[in-house]
């Protein structure tokens, strides 16, 4: 693999056995990952991104193809990967009955660090996710923005080369996840490491990753930027409304000769359509419709989200698909984060 | 600055790994002593409240008493406080932090032994508070034996806390399964070896299956530790028992650990 690789798979696939029955969590999953990108796995719940980030994290193996992470083997060589890269899963890291820096101190020794290199450290990752405060509460004490961040420490107490998060924010208030998402951003300007991370959440993709995976029924059906997948599958909404609804007829034809789309009636005087770089186009066509003497009261024109590409990519709105989901093993999830709400 | 940091791979290696989670599980118990005297409660209310039967039941002086009591509530001790401990690993299997240490470059074998070896500190120090206490009202114990009955109790509960721990990584995350199945097999343990009632006047077959449980031969090795002769029948076999109890333990736990994901 090219040296700037971190991550490469190879027709990575996952099956399970439910009762008799198959499940294909993860099918043919073939990516590549460069050093310092800022990756987001988007998908619905149940669309296979923990079990993908579980195979290359080594807790479990694939059923065939294979990986390699930060220059090892995932099947070869576990404990190559393990020493090189930091994992933070769908729960808490933090042992509930551990103060916070303990914690930051023997994860540091697991990793081989000394107690200098280890103090230090804990004492940087401290300061950098402001855990200042509660460095010498036990974990259980901790609000769950707080956890989250004691977390994000211990996946990067060894600097390692790529740090892997699996739904960081799910779970967080508004305000918590946005701080959460700021200290994400940091640490990465900070120290350059590749970050592979899972959402169900369309903003955040949208906004922090610099690259978006689309992930649906254990197949990635997309990945590009935000912004180059919603311009090429999903187009701008465009809404005109004109001066005489006499004029609707024409205007609808001139707007399927430009955008090549067909234009849809809203009412006697407004038409929408959806078109890819449709704000690009909309000075011209206004020309056009001008120059045929249809006048043009008002011109929206709105950016897709990602939502809007899931949609074109599925059928389903990713909101949807959340929902119809019947997420087995996401129950035992939900069971864990109350679990981490109540104190013990 | 990291590029130091970012060149290391770190391989497992027992001995060390073993060091460092045994390190980090006894760092609660450092930052708050307190809660190992809490859990203390519970045999303290069985050997005051106890005793006093014992001595009206057997006629006997207190001080005779308590030398065939204080044993047993030590080996209780072990079988209440380090056979739950696995409810501990359990949790952190349900909350993430397990999954963590799975995914750190730690020798599996390690995650269990350090943990299992990490019981015999509250043993150590909850046995000496008892026997503490005791001595107030006049149980007194043969000094070299004591130190040789905390060995016992520490090999019993190396294996009993690796038996709790497999036990924890088998029922995932059903917390009502680990404590169904824990309390179905403590209790009758405890019975059937002698250490709350003595057993010579039972049935037949409830001496039979107590000379198979290991708990019997721990409690009276501790018996007659604690009374001073070392080199009876019963020490043999009560360390026999503790071995075979912590190579039995290890091995389930750390077969089970190589296993868990
Ligand atoms: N340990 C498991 N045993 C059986 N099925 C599983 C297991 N883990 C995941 N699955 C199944 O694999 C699919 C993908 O799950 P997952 O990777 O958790 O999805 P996501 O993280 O995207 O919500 C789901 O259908 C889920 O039911
Ligand atoms: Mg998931």
Redo the contacts between chains.
Sequence with gaps: MPSDTVISTQSLTKRFTVKKTEVTAVTDLSIDVRRGELVAFLGPNGAGKSTSL?ML????PPTSGGASVAGYDIERDP??V????G?V???????????VR?ELL??G?????GRR?RTQ?TDELISSLELESFASR??QQLSGGQKRRLDIA?GLV??P?VLFLDEPSTGLDPQSRANLWEHIVALRAR??TTVFLTTHYLEEADRYAERVMVMDSGRVIADDTAATLKANLAGDAITLTLDEATHLARASSAVERLAGAGAERRDDRTLAFTAPQGSALLPRLLRELDHEGIRVTTATAVPPTLDDVFLALTGRTLRDADKTEPDSPET?ND??RT??GST? | MTAALEARTVRPQLARDTWNVLLRELKPMVRDPFSLIFSLLQPLVFLGLFGPLLVAQSGQDLATTLAWFVPGVLVMIVLFGTGATGSNLQYEMMTGSHERTLVAPLSRPALLIGRALKEVAPIVVQALVIVGIAMIFGFRAHPLGLLAGLGLLAVFGIGLGALSYSLALATKEHEWLFWGVQQSLIFPLLILSGVLLPLDGGPGWMRAVASFNPVSHVVEAQRALLGGSFGSSEVLWGWLAALLVALVGLAVGVRAIRKSS
């Design positions: 579980r994290t080594t807790l479990i404990s190559g393990r020493s090189r890269i994992y899963g769908q729960g808490s890291s933090g042992s509930f009955s551990q103060r303990d023997s994860q020794a697991f990793y081989g660090m290199e450290r036990t974990v211990l060894h600097a080369a120290y350059g035992s069971e864990t679990l981490e013990r």
